[in-house]
T-cell receptor, first 112, second 113 residues
Framework: DSGVTQTPKHLITATGQRVTLRCSPR?????VYWYQQSLDQGLQFLIQ???????AKGNILERFSAQQFPDLHSELNLSSLELGDSALYFC???????????FGSGTRLTVV | DQQVKQNSPSLSVQEGRISILNCDYT??????FLWYKKYPAEGPTFLIS?????DKNEDGRFTVFLNKSAKHLSLHIVPSQPGDSAVYFC????????????FGTGTRLQVFP
């Protein structure tokens, strides 16, 4: 157990639907990062939150949004889902900085 | 634009031999480099890192070498063990967004007996 909890582990949904992925960071970590891993692709950075505020944005689609709550857990909302959104979505947390993120085990999203 | 590249999608090595995984980067602002290891159905786990002020960092069987002039780093695993079979990701950070890690596409290492 890495200390970063992601739920659900698996999600199957239809095109056009909306889903919410949840991440609880490791205790004491203020930064949360979301990454997407599609088939045969590396980990694509989506967005980072630090202590409740958006800190950096990557290749995140407009149909996707995220937030970090006062208790530091984060949610990634994916809407108007398309088949190409099928991927593994990872959350990672760190105290601050990039000196070794701790990753969760990911949510596998399948859009049918 | 892929700023961190791992050009070998897979590598097969015999147990006991050396495994060498390579990574190239294009952004000269990167000043911190990491390797992560990923098993199926698990998230990536941190393996070893190196700062740009060094050219080598060693941790047990794992050594990372950094060649800044060539914008190249490599991970050496000696001796390789079957339990090392996994996907290895190279990552880099630096510049304006120092927290953000940019990952390569990964190299699948298979260590056979």
């Amino acid at each position: 157990d890495s200390g970063v909890t992601q739920t659900p582990k698996h999600l199957i949904t239809a095109t056009g639907q909306r889903v919410t992925l949840r991440c609880s960071p490791r205790s004491g970590d203020l930064s949360v990062y979301w990454y997407q891993q599609s088939l045969d692709q590396g980990l694509q950075f989506l967005i980072q939150y630090y202590n409740g505020e958006e800190r950096a944005k990557g290749n995140i689609l407009e149909r996707f949004s995220a937030q970090q709550f006062p208790d530091l857990h984060s949610e990634l909302n994916l809407s108007s889902l398309e088949l190409g959104d099928s991927a593994l979505y990872f959350c990672a947390s760190s105290v601050v900085g990039s000196e070794g993120y701790t990753f969760g085990s990911g949510t596998r999203l399948t859009v049918v | 634009d892929q700023q961190v590249k791992q050009n070998s999608p897979s590598l097969s090595v015999q147990e006991g031999r050396i495994s060498i995984l390579n990574c190239d980067y294009t952004n000269s602002m990167f000043d911190y480099f990491l390797w992560y290891k990923k098993y199926p159905a698990e998230g990536p786990t941190f393996l070893i890192s190196i700062s740009s002020i060094k050219d080598k960092n060693e941790d047990g069987r794992f050594t990372v070498f950094l060649n800044k002039s060539a914008k190249h780093l490599s991970l050496h695993i000696v001796p390789s063990q079957p339990g090392d079979s996994a996907v290895y990701f190279c990552a880099a950070s630096g510049g304006v967004n120092t927290d953000k890690l940019i990952f390569g596409t990964g190299t699948r290492l298979q260590v056979f007996p």
